[in-house]
Each structure stands twice: as structure tokens, then as C-alpha cells.
């Protein structure tokens, strides 16, 4: 059984920033893709940013120069730094793993709140 937690969310003003981890524990083999997800209140989930088990990187548009994703394999962590935060930024941020032999495995989330 595989457990995804996630930390670093709370409340910040516009301008600010935030570092999101989450870290994955259990039976894990080998984890492929990872990637932040965000849902904002009567929106649907978008995918924020993403990151291959090789580093390639890929952001939603409207975050692009502004957030940062990167993963420590030995700790099989993710982290989302984001920077120059907006208003706009504001909804529950999920982690996600593609991990071998389980499948897509999410965190709890956490929830991000910028005030302006």
C-alpha cells in the first residue's frame, strides 16, 4: 500500500510564496511521471505542472516563470515552489505519482489560499 502526504500549503498575500512537498511511502518500486494538480472552488482539477522520471518539465500556461517543480527520488518526494503568487492561485493543490506495479496514486491535498 503506497501513502502520498502532502505539506506546505496555508495562507499567503499576492506577491508571496509557498513550497508544497509530498512525499510518497510504502512498497514502492520505481515512480514515473509526477505532477501537482490544483481545484478551485467550482472549477475542475487542472494539471499545474509535471516532471518524467528524466526531469522534463511541463506547466500550465498561466504558471509558467512563476512555479517550479522538482523531485528527490531517493526521498521519493515532489516539491512545487511557487513564486509571485496571484488571487488567482488559490485552490486545493493535489499530488500525483505514477508509481510502477500501482498506479496513479494521489495526496489528500492541501490548500492554498492567496489574499490580495
Known amino acids: 500500500q503506497v501513502q502520498l502526504v502532502e505539506s506546505g500549503g496555508g495562507l499567503v498575500q499576492a506577491g508571496g510564496s509557498l513550497r508544497l512537498s509530498c512525499a510518497a511511502s510504502?512498497?514502492?518500486?520505481?515512480?514515473?511521471?509526477m505532477g501537482w494538480y490544483r481545484q478551485a472552488p467550482g472549477k475542475q482539477r487542472e494539471l499545474v505542472a509535471a516532471?518524467?522520471?528524466?526531469?522534463?518539465?511541463n506547466y500550465v500556461e498561466s504558471v509558467k516563470g512563476r512555479f517550479t517543480i522538482s523531485r528527490d527520488n531517493a526521498k521519493n518526494t515532489v516539491y512545487l515552489q511557487m513564486n509571485s503568487l496571484k488571487p488567482e492561485d488559490t485552490a486545493v493543490y493535489y499530488c500525483?505519482?505514477?508509481?510502477?506495479?500501482?498506479?496513479?496514486?494521489w495526496g489528500q491535498g492541501t490548500q492554498v489560499t492567496v489574499s490580495s
Open positions: 510504502g512498497s514502492i518500486f520505481r515512480i514515473n511521471a
Open positions: 500525483n505519482m505514477v508509481i510502477v506495479a500501482v498506479g496513479n496514486s
Open positions: 516532471i518524467t522520471s528524466g526531469g522534463s518539465t
